[in-house]
């Protein structure tokens, strides 16, 4: 299919929007690229770091019940509550018991790890979610470089611009090497040209390479964000397409007998810990397979909630309810059954995190912040290479001139508008932003016609 050959105002609208999201959003997606190659690189170390934790000395023959396994986390550390506990996947893993205390940052834990032979508290790490201290500590850089709320706008900012940097390079690229007649080698750079031109080639065909994935990390990047994740978490309830949970509810009973409880659990006082060697049971009837996470209840009258938890490929997160006495299963939810667009997110987020296929997928990512480093630093050098030769030494290039969506027909104008204002809602810092685009540049035009103005009356004045 031939793609139309834009207005020239079409065409320099992109080519204005490209430039001025380059130049003053392209540092934040510069950090993203580089805390993100970061992050590919860290989990084979992070499991060589926290081996001691991780791993038990000498693989027994038969594992202390679970019930013992938390006693024993909670006898060296009493406080807080137990948020879950995994089980051990190999025979050499040691279980984790995630506990719920005030003394670590929100949304992280304290995990105590359990040699489940001999029941050996092996180590406590401040842990989010299953990511361990160093690996946390990088994800962390590359959501908020460790700036809280105000630095979860950096990565927003970054994501919400990406897609829309890449998909008008994209076109401008294309119509360039189609204009030039070198449409076939829309992937390759220009090795015989020199200075900008050679630049632009690099700038473009790199781009082309890696376009589909800085797509899925612009979109998946956005779907955890604090404004816009807003919106997506809005519309997936609209249409009905977030991941079903399962109903831990038992129904109308009385509350088990505290001390019955308290003596099935091992005696720490967390009355809500008893029947954990019975769910895990159901769940081994119920077909599940590891890695899975077990939730305790949060109040009498509901049963444990068992969940799978494998997130590389083939994925499972089939999830159970357990009632704690008979280790009946009250309810269950499949994930085959969850609605597509569910299921589609959950792929696309542990493709974005380098889980979903292994080392080949950090692979892919570092590979794609390579590219995305080399491209936002050959933006900036091109910008360098257009600098007016005579004056200051430290001059930059011009931006491409004014006047783009003076040249496009009305119903374009009203077109770009409404989008504009549709993403805007959609995506609130992309709206933010260029808004503040707009603002400045016509700021700077009104400057400049002052300018000129000026400069005609005096030369009348003059003359």
Request: charged share 20%; no cysteine; aromatic share 8%.
């Amino acid at each position: 299919m031939t793609i139309p050959k834009p207005s020239s105002g079409g065409r320099a609208l992109l080519m204005r929007l490209h430039f001025y999201a380059g130049v003053f959003v392209g540092p934040f997606i510069l950090i993203a690229a580089v805390t993100g190659l970061l992050y590919a690189l860290i989990p084979q170390i992070d499991n060589a770091v926290y081996r001691h934790a991780l791993t038990v000395d000498r693989v027994g023959d038969q594992p202390l019940a679970l019930a013992d396994q938390i006693a024993a986390a909670r006898t060296a550390y009493p406080a807080g509550t137990v948020e879950n506990i995994r089980p051990p996947n190999t025979v050499d893993e040691t279980t984790q018991v995630r506990l719920r205390v005030d003394d670590v940052p929100p949304d992280y834990a304290r995990t105590v790890f359990v040699d489940p032979y001999t029941g050996e508290v092996r180590g406590a790490l401040t842990t989010y979610g299953q990511w361990l201290p160093l690996r946390a500590w990088f994800d962390e850089l590359h959501r908020t470089l460790h700036l809280d709320a105000l630095g979860r706008n950096y990565s927003e900012l970054a994501a919400s611009w990406l897609w829309v940097i890449s998909l008008a390079g994209l076109a401008l690229w294309y119509l360039h090497r189609r204009d030039s007649g070198k449409l076939r080698r829309l992937a390759l750079p220009d090795r015989d040209k020199k200075g900008r031109r050679r630049t632009l080639s690099w700038h473009g065909a790199a781009g082309v390479w890696i376009l589909v994935a800085l797509l899925g990390l612009s979109v998946t990047g956005i779907t955890w964000s604090r404004h816009a994740g807003e919106s997506v978490d809005l519309i997936q309830r609209s249409l009905n397409t977030t991941a079903p949970t399962v109903n831990t509810a038992l129904g109308q009973r009385g509350d088990p007998d505290i001390t019955t409880a308290t003596h099935r659990h091992g005696g720490t006082g967390d009355t809500l810990l008893y029947g954990a060697d019975t769910a895990m049971r159901a769940a081994e009837r119920a077909g599940l397979k590891g890695p899975i996470w077990m939730y305790p209840p949060v109040e009498h009258g509901q049963g444990w909630r068992v969940e799978e938890n494998k997130r590389d490929w083939p994925t499972r997160h089939d999830a159970i309810s357990v009632d704690p006495d008979s280790g009946a299963v009250t309810d269950r939810v499949n994930f085959a059954d969850w609605p597509a667009l569910a299921k589609l997110t959950d792929w696309a987020i542990d493709a974005h995190m380098g889980v979903l296929f292994g080392w080949p997928n950090q692979i892919l990512l570092a590979l794609t912040a390579i590219g995305l480093i080399a491209i936002v630093i050959r933006g900036y050098q091109m910008w360098w290479q257009r600098r007016p030769t005579r004056g200051s030494a430290w001059a930059v290039g011009r931006p491409p001139l004014r006047g783009a969506i003076r040249r496009l027909p009305t119903p374009s104008v009203v077109a770009a508008v409404v989008a504009a204002g549709a993403l805007g809602w959609f995506l609130p810092l992309f709206g933010l932003s260029l808004a503040a685009f707009v603002i400045v540049d016509l700021l700077i035009g009104a400057v400049k016609q002052r300018r000129a103005a000026a400069d005609k009356e005096k030369e009348f004045s003059d003359a």
